[in-house]
Every structure is written in structure tokens, then in C-alpha cells.
């Protein structure tokens, strides 16, 4: 099977994360796209999080009506801090042998030099890095470092990068969709509507879960 490997905070999960996965399965012809909710984000480390019990049952209940969509439990049951390069370990030793596609977005490719052992992250599977909202940049690797752009070759024929070890490195342009988990937060923190930006089941959690409330959302809600 031809799977990929979605991971993110998710806090909450919306209609961007879900479009983003469905446009890069739909673009691969991927067989199943796994969501990986992190434990501890690494670069969100000593910032509040939602807990990981709650972000994980919003993934499940957002994807749960798309039969290529799955969930993986894999970070928020390891212990500690949740480096993507133990993520990758962990399926490139499955007994099932799939074929792996790591996605992430523009931004976080070109500062994944500063991810731990980045350089072994890119024998273990392929990458789909995809476009950020509203960026007309055509070059990927621009203000990444000599260090990440010495590590890949162009394909002129295929129109991709392969890595020294055989494995691929491809850019998906997205429809630009420019929801933020963070203004999701703050809205409903302000006690604003996130109709639309959400699914509807992780809208009613949400608000039946009391998530991301701030004095003034509960004070309108008294």
C-alpha cells in the first residue's frame, strides 16, 4: 500500500488539515492517509497545549466518514517529546512493508534542518512537502540551508528530487485554503462562530468540552 504520514499538533483539527490530506492523496494515489497526533510538539515545547486525549478524539471524530483517512496513536502513546525522525522509525520497521509518504507543509520543510537528525529523516520515506496559503514562491528550497540542499539531486525527466539513498522529494500545490488553528482558538476564546472551519462533530466537542474558553466565552455562556 502507498501510505501517508500526516502529522501535526491538531489542535483543533479543521477543514485546511482535512483538504490538504485529500488534494496530496487524491495527487499520489495514496491507499491511506494516517493522522499522527503529537504528544509533545517539539517546537511548541514549555507553550500550553490542549491535552492529547482531546486532540486525538477530534482527529478520530473528523475523519471518521472517509474511508482512506485513518489515526494514528503511535506519538501519544511513546513516551516524551514527539520527534518525527522516532515516527518514521516506528513505521520503517512495521512488519508490513508500505511504501511512505511523509507530508508537511512548506514552512515546516524549510526549517527541518533544525529538526533532531534531520538527516536521517530522509532515507525512511518519501516527502510531499505542500504549498503555504497565498505564497507564490516557486522555489522550495529557497532560505533553506546548503546543508538540506546539498542532501537532494533534481530528476529533470520526473520533474522531482531523489535523495542519495533512492527515496523521493516532491512539491503539491494546494488550494489555497488559509485556516489557522490558532485563530480557531482565539475565536472561540472571543466567543465567535468557527462554522466552517471545522467539522461539525469537533465544533460540538468543542463547545461540549468547554475547549480553548476564555473569561469572556464563559461569560457570555453564564
Not at 189 to 194: C, D, K, T
Amino acid at each position: 500500500m502507498k501510505i501517508g504520514l500526516y502529522g501535526g499538533t491538531f489542535d483543533p483539527i479543521h477543514w485546511g488539515h482535512l483538504r490538504s490530506a485529500e488534494e496530496v492523496r487524491e495527487a499520489f494515489a495514496l491507499d491511506r492517509v494516517l493522522f499522527i497526533p503529537a504528544s509533545t510538539p517539539p517546537h511548541k515545547r514549555g507553550q500550553a497545549i490542549t491535552p492529547a486525549r482531546h486532540r486525538l478524539a477530534m482527529v478520530r471524530l473528523a475523519v471518521a466518514r472517509h474511508r482512506a483517512f485513518a489515526v494514528s496513536t503511535v506519538e501519544i502513546e511513546r513516551a516524551g517529546v514527539s520527534y518525527t525522525i522516532d515516527t518514521l522509525r516506528h513505521f520503517a520497521r512495521s512488519a508490513e512493508k508500505h511504501t511512505y509518504y511523509f507530508i508537511l507543509g512548506l514552512d515546516a520543510f524549510r526549517e527541518i534542518d533544525s529538526w533532531k537528525d534531520f538527516r536521517e529523516l530522509f532515507p525512511l520515506c518519501n516527502f510531499i512537502v505542500t504549498s503555504r496559503p497565498g505564497s507564490r514562491d516557486s522555489n522550495p528550497f529557497r532560505g533553506t540551508s546548503v546543508a538540506l540542499r546539498r542532501l537532494f539531486c533534481y530528476d529533470s525527466r520526473r520533474r522531482l528530487y531523489r535523495h542519495r539513498s533512492g527515496t523521493q522529494l516532491f512539491f503539491l500545490k494546494l488550494t489555497d485554503l488559509a485556516i489557522s488553528a490558532s485563530a480557531i482558538r482565539e475565536k472561540v476564546r472571543r466567543g465567535q462562530s468557527i462554522r466552517y472551519l471545522v467539522p461539525l462533530e469537533v465544533e460540538a466537542y468543542i463547545e461540549k468540552n468547554g475547549l480553548y474558553r476564555g473569561p469572556r466565552a464563559e461569560k457570555r455562556s453564564s
